[in-house]
């Protein structure tokens, strides 16, 4: 009985090292969920807390042949969503991000335009559903459409149409009413 306590601890022991090493190696995936769905330091201190959380609760069921990062990108956003309908529901509002998630969405100091047009893309997301944020998250994090479908549980094809769908509304929105675009062509 001692063998098999020590195997178990063991064995307990290498999974936890396992998970941490994998946690350590792919955190930014739940930073940069946690900034894009909490707009406050400490929401988005909370919100990694406790993908991180889930993350370890999932862990068992893990399967390794597949790419632990569109794994962990499927939990974060499920718990991020999750985190935003509950906060909906309790207090029926959307906040929109600030300039504090500019070194997440990748500003890299190039001008006062560049970063102007960052807080406007920025703005616009925030007022996206979940899932199309989510969507827009992965899209911009550069995954192929076939993690993105995977990570969010829908189809490539449908993936495709709502990144094309998200790119002309975001077009639209970031020119203005006034930029004499024709907003009646076809889709």
């Known amino acids: 009985m001692d063998t098999h306590a020590t195997t178990m601890g063991t064995a307990t022991t290498h999974r936890q090292a396992e998970f941490h090493a994998l946690l350590q190696a ?3 995936i739940v930073f940069k969920v946690a900034a894009t769905y909490a707009r406050h330091p ?3 201190a909370d919100l990694a807390q406790e993908i991180a959380t889930q993350l370890w609760r999932a862990f068992p069921g893990y399967d390794p042949v597949r790419p632990f990062s569109t794994w962990m990108y499927r939990i ?9 309908r509950n906060h909906r529901l309790r207090h029926g509002l959307v906040e929109p991000l600030d ?7 990748g500003d890299d100091g190039s001008g006062h335009e560049h970063a102007e047009a960052g807080r406007v893309l920025q703005r616009l997301i925030a007022g996206l559903e979940p899932l199309d944020r989510a969507l827009l ?4 994090d550069e995954r192929p459409q076939r993690e993105i479908a995977e990570v ?14 998200l790119k002309q509304r975001l077009r639209q929105q970031m020119a ?6 024709d907003t009646h062509g076809t889709r």
Do not use: C
């Open 26 to 28: 792919h955190r930014r």
């Open 42 to 44: 400490e929401d988005r």
């Open 76 to 84: 974060a956003l499920n718990v991020a969503i999750s985190q935003v």
């Open 99 to 105: 300039e504090a998630h500019e070194d997440v969405a």
């Open 137 to 140: 998250l992965l899209y911009l």
């Open 152 to 165: 969010l549980g829908i189809t490539e094809t449908n993936v495709a149409t709502r990144i094309g769908r």
């Open 176 to 181: 203005g009413p006034n930029d004499g675009s």
